[in-house]
């Protein structure tokens, strides 16, 4: 699968113009060789009119304020850690291991296949195409453990996590 990204901003007249038109190359998150992620965009503090570049940031999940916008693969039979729930030891960063607690508002929408969201008691939940998740900075694992590949956009908002030490704007 490849994936286009159009952007538009603003010339010097302040005229809408299409900036950029781009292949997007995919990435892997660490330890999940078996997912493929387009890291769409991402920025924090946007302000208009812009030349429509996507801003350099220095981190994954957004500080306050901030946002990533992404469109991750799972392929088949992918399995999050299900031994037991994280401890607190181990969720003193953003993203340790497969379950983690992040300080941002997740909006995710299965576009293909299904996928399932673990939480740190055990239960789970399968999301099918067509769902719509709204993840609030909750202990959570995802795995793909069905047949067919998972196409997932996700769009991460940072947010003030009294649990979670949020990252720092970068």
């Known amino acids: 699968m490849t994936m286009r990204r159009i952007v538009t901003a603003h010339n010097k007249e302040g005229r809408a113009v299409v900036v950029s ?3 997007l190359p995919t990435f892997q998150p660490p330890n999940r060789t078996d997912w493929s992620v387009y890291d769409v ?3 924090a503090d946007p302000h208009f009119p812009d030349a429509g570049e996507r801003p350099k940031v ?15 693969l799972m392929e088949p039979q992918t399995r999050a850690e299900h031994a037991k729930p994280a401890s607190e030891e181990e969720l003193k960063g953003p993203a340790k291991g497969h379950k983690h607690r992040t300080a941002t508002i997740d909006m995710v929408y299965v576009v293909k296949g299904s996928c399932m969201c673990e939480l740190d008691n055990g239960a789970t939940c399968q999301l099918n195409a067509g769902d719509t998740l709204i993840q609030c900075g909750a202990i959570h694992a995802w795995s793909n453990p069905f047949n067919e590949q998972c196409q997932v956009l996700s769009v991460m908002i940072g947010a003030q996590n009294d649990l979670v030490e949020p990252p720092a704007a970068a």
């Open 21 to 23: 038109d781009v292949q």
């Open 41 to 43: 965009w991402a920025g």
């Open 58 to 72: 220095g981190w994954f999940f957004p500080p306050i304020g901030g946002f990533r916008y992404l469109h991750t």
